[in-house]
C-alpha cells in the first residue's frame, strides 16, 4: 500500500533552505564589497551550522548524523544502482558532510580574514601574526569557488534524482514522500533546534554583530 511519510522534520527543512538563502546574500555581500551585512549574514550561518551539528546528535532519526554516514564501499555501490533510500543516501552523505565542513572552513577563515579596515576586518585580524592572516585570507578567497562548484553538482544531482527516481527536491520542501513499505521513523520535535539557533543567534549579535550595525 503507498503511504505518504514523513521525512524531514521542520528543523532540517527550515536548516537547508535558510542556509541557501544566506549562503547566496554572503557570495553577493562578499563580492560586492557589502562587509558590515556579510559579517552578519556570516553570524547567523554559524548559528545555523552550530544548531545543525547538535541537531546532527540529538534530533530526528532522518537528521542523525550516525544515520547517513556510510562507507566509500556502500557510497559505490549506491551509485552503481541506486535504489529509494529514506533519508539521506549513502553518495549524497559525503556530499553533505563536505559541505558542511566546507562553510565551516569559510567562517573560520572569514573570522581571520582581512579587508583594510579595522573596523571590517574578520575579529581575529588584529589577535593573529601577518602570515596567518593572509593564510587566511587567500584560503577565504578561494575556498568559496570550490563551494560553489561542488553546490553546483548537489543541484545537479538533485534535479537529475528528482527527474529520475524520486522527487527528493520535493521531499525537502513538504518534508514528505510517498512509498512502498516505508519504516517506522522516529522523529523528535524540532524545537529544541530552534531554541538552541535563537541562543546563539543573540549570543553572536550581542557579542560581534552590535559594532558592525551602524556600518550596514
Ligand atoms: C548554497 C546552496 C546549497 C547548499 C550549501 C546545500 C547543502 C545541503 C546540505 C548540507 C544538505 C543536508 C541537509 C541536512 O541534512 O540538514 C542538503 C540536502 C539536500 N539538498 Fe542542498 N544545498 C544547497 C542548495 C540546494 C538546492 C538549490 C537544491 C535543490 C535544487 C538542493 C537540494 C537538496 C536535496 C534534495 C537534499 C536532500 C538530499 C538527499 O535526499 O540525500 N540543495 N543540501
Ligand atoms: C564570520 C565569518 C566571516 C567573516 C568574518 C568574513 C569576512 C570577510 C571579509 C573581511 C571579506 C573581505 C575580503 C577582502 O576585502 O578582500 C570577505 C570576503 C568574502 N567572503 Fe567572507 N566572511 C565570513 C564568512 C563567509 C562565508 C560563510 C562565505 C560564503 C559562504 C563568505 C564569502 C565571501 C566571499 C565570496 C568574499 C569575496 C572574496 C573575494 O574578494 O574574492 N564569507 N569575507
Not at 565551516?104 to 593573529?128: E, K, R
Not at 553572536?204 to 558592525?212: A, H, K
Amino acid at each position: 500500500m503507498v503511504q505518504k511519510i514523513k521525512v524531514w522534520d521542520g528543523a532540517v527543512r527550515f536548516f537547508h533552505w535558510t542556509m541557501v538563502l544566506l549562503v547566496a546574500g554572503l557570495w553577493y555581500s562578499g563580492s560586492e564589497g557589502y562587509i558590515a551585512l556579510h559579517q552578519l549574514l556570516a553570524y547567523s550561518l554559524a548559528a545555523l551550522l552550530l544548531a545543525r551539528i547538535g541537531w546532527g546528535i540529538w534530533g530526528s532519526q532522518t537528521a542523525k548524523f550516525s544515520q547517513f554516514a556510510a562507507t566509500p564501499k556502500a557510497a559505490v555501490q549506491y551509485l552503481r544502482n541506486s535504489k529509494p533510500v529514506i533519508g539521506h543516501n549513502p553518495a549524497s552523505s559525503y556530499m553533505i558532510f563536505t559541505l558542511l565542513s566546507l562553510l565551516l572552513l569559510q567562517i573560520g577563515s572569514g573570522l581571520a580574514t582581512f579587508d583594510n579596515s579595522y573596523m571590517s576586518d574578520g575579529p581575529l585580524v588584529a589577535l593573529l601574526p601577518e602570515a596567518w592572516v593572509e593564510l587566511a585570507s587567500a584560503i577565504h578567497k578561494r575556498n568559496i569557488d570550490v563551494i560553489l562548484i561542488l553546490v553546483a553538482v548537489h543541484i545537479g544531482f538533485a534535479l537529475w534524482h528528482s527527474w529520475r527516481h524520486d522527487n527528493v527536491i520535493k521531499t525537502l520542501i513538504t518534508g514528505n514522500t510517498d512509498r512502498v513499505n516505508a519504516p517506522q521513523l522516529l522523529f523528535r520535535k524540532s524545537w529544541s533546534f530552534f531554541v538552541i539557533l535563537a541562543v546563539l543567534l543573540a549570543t553572536l549579535y550581542y557579542w560581534q554583530g552590535r559594532p558592525l550595525l551602524p556600518l550596514l
